[in-house]
C-alpha cells in the first residue's frame, strides 16, 4: 500500500509563491492518474489539478494560468508551484492517486494573507 505525504504548504503574502510535493512511499508509475485538491474551511473539497502518467494536464479554472502541476516518476513525486496566490486560494492541500483504490495524503495548509 502505498502511503502520500504532502509537505511545502505555509503562510504567504498575497502575490507570493509556494511549490507544494507529495512524495509516494512506493512507485507511483501505476498511477495513470494523480491530483491536487484543496479544501478551504467550511467548504467541500475541489479539485485543483491533475495529471496522467505520460503528463497531460488539467486544471480548476481557478488555478489556471497561476499553478503548475508536474510528477517526476523516477522520485515518486508530484509537485504543485502555486504562483500569484490570493487569499482565496487558502486551504488545505491534498494530493490524490488514483490505484485500485483512491489514495489520499493527510494535507498541507496554505494560507494566503491579503
Known amino acids: 500500500q502505498v502511503q502520500l505525504v504532502e509537505s511545502g504548504g505555509g503562510l504567504v503574502q498575497a502575490g507570493g509563491s509556494l511549490r507544494l510535493s507529495c512524495a509516494a512511499s512506493?512507485?507511483?508509475?501505476?498511477?495513470?492518474?494523480m491530483g491536487w485538491y484543496r479544501q478551504a474551511p467550511g467548504k467541500q473539497r475541489e479539485l485543483v489539478a491533475t495529471?496522467?502518467?505520460?503528463?497531460?494536464?488539467n486544471y480548476a479554472d481557478s488555478a489556471k494560468g497561476r499553478f503548475t502541476i508536474s510528477r517526476d516518476n523516477a522520485k515518486n513525486t508530484m509537485y504543485l508551484e502555486m504562483n500569484s496566490l490570493k487569499p482565496e486560494d487558502t486551504g488545505a492541500y491534498y494530493c490524490y492517486a488514483a490505484g485500485s483504490y483512491p489514495y489520499w495524503g493527510q494535507g498541507t495548509q496554505v494560507t494566503v494573507s491579503s
Open positions: 512506493g512507485s507511483i508509475f501505476s498511477f495513470n492518474l
Open positions: 495529471i496522467t502518467r505520460g503528463g497531460s494536464t
